[in-house]
């Protein structure tokens, strides 16, 4: 089958149609992949925040230990205080980026499910 002939100022227009749809679902999918690599990047800092606190507290309270001779006292109670800063500043951390999405008044994008991970 062949199709039926046209003008040219319709093919241009039926290309230019195709076009601007072809151009915009390659920017929302590029908008998804953005969103979800800034999210990805938003838990990654809270994870480090909560890691690095409890590390550095155990590093003081081994410190604390080697130079009074407190053997375990050191150790528990920087990491336990160690604990309580990260959770702290991984609450703060999220406090922050929720003002952040409350401040530019638009509603936080979601990250759409991908289907090509599911094995069909």
Same mark, same amino acid.
């Given at each position: 089958?062949?199709?039926?002939?046209?003008?040219?100022?319709?093919?241009?227009?039926?290309?230019?149609?195709?076009?601007?749809?072809?151009?915009?679902?390659?920017?929302?999918?590029?908008?998804?992949?953005? #969103? @979800?690599? +800034?999210?990805?990047?938003?838990?990654?800092r %809270? /994870?480090?925040?909560?890691?690095?606190? =409890?590390?550095?507290?155990l590093?003081?309270?081994?410190?604390?230990?080697?130079? #009074? @001779?407190? +053997?375990?006292?050191?150790?528990?109670?920087? %990491? /336990?205080?160690?604990?309580?800063?990260? =959770?702290?500043?991984?609450?703060?951390?999220?406090?922050?980026?929720?003002?952040? #999405?409350?401040?530019?008044g638009?509603?936080?994008?979601?990250?759409?499910?991908?289907?090509?991970?599911?094995?069909?």
């Open positions: 089958m062949s199709l039926p002939p046209e003008s040219r100022e319709e093919a241009i227009a039926r290309l230019n149609r195709s076009a601007s749809d072809l151009e915009a679902r390659t920017t929302s999918q590029i908008s998804h992949e953005v #969103a @979800g690599h +800034a999210a990805a990047s938003q838990a990654w %809270i /994870l480090a925040d909560l890691i690095g606190g =409890v590390l550095v507290g590093a003081i309270g081994f410190g604390i230990d080697h130079f #009074a @001779g407190t +053997a375990p006292v050191g150790i528990i109670s920087g %990491i /336990l205080l160690g604990f309580a800063l990260s =959770v702290w500043m991984a609450w703060r951390t999220a406090q922050r980026l929720m003002a952040e #999405a409350k401040q530019s638009e509603p936080p994008k979601s990250v759409p499910f991908d289907d090509e991970d599911e094995g069909a």
